[in-house]
């Protein structure tokens, strides 16, 4: 059984006021500008892993001298629920981070979890693309937190996995499934199962367990 049209994206945001900061005293200083970046994506992620790492690779190679990205990944520096408080707080300046993990902060980037948006994968990316008209719009809201989206990343669409078969939306009710946002749970709820929470690094062991009966999310977190 899956959702197919139920979408999620990842952000990559910067925060600009602490950011703004550093380059003062760095550019005073006349130093190479350190920035720090950190998500809680592990190597194991074949589809993800690549392209993050090529962000600081690229910023590194091109910025010698200039400006210099240190790559926290795996959760080494901040784990999936500390990030916008670490990016807040002047832990990191840079975070990779779902848009269901910082809805309750940033209410704005809820309009990513909207189901039946958006016809396919490609077109998502379009309308998200930097300089769109709603690319902007987020950022207009997200500046009021002194926040900015530097891309935004839609990802595939989401999938119910379980344990045991699922027919029909009857076989749902009483399972526990594991789910990443407000609108997934709501999704789940509706169809009588009880959603929860379990980062993806403890899903496996969660539904060996028995901890939880299935989870929604998309392939990668399954392979990986």
């Known amino acids: 059984m899956s959702w197919k049209r139920l979408g999620f994206a990842f952000l990559v945001l910067l925060f600009v006021c602490g950011t703004l900061t ?13 920035l720090i970046f950190a998500h809680y994506i592990p190597p194991a992620y074949k589809d993800l892993f690549p392209p993050i790492q090529g962000f ?27 990030l916008l408080p670490g990016l807040m707080q002047g832990t990191a300046d840079i975070i990779f981070q779902l848009d269901s993990a910082m809805m309750g902060t ?16 490609e077109t998502s990316h379009e309308k998200l693309k930097i300089g769109s008209p709603l690319h902007k719009l987020i ?12 891309a935004t990343l839609p990802a595939v669409f989401e999938y119910l996995w ?22 997934e749970a ?6 009588g199962a009880a959603p929860t929470t379990t ?7 969660a539904l060996q367990r028995g901890t939880v009966d299935g989870t929604v999310c998309y392939q990668s977190t399954i392979i990986s």
């Open 162 to 183: 379980t344990k045991k078969p699922i027919r029909k939306p009857d076989d749902l009710k009483g399972l526990r499934i594991r789910v990443a946002g407000r609108v």
């Open 186 to 191: 709501a999704v789940v709820k509706a169809l």
């Open 199 to 205: 980062s993806s690094a403890e899903l496996y062991e």
């Open 139 to 150: 950022n207009q809201e997200l500046a009021k937190k002194d926040i900015i989206a530097i």
């Open 22 to 34: 550093t380059i003062g005293q760095q550019q005073a200083m006349a130093k190479e500008l350190k």
């Open 56 to 82: 600081p690779d690229y910023i590194n190679e091109h910025g010698k001298g200039k400006v210099r990205v240190e790559h926290f990944h795996s959760g080494t520096l901040l784990k999936s629920e500390e």
């Open 106 to 121: 940033l209410p704005i980037l809820g309009i990513f979890e909207l189901p039946l948006l958006y016809p396919d994968v």
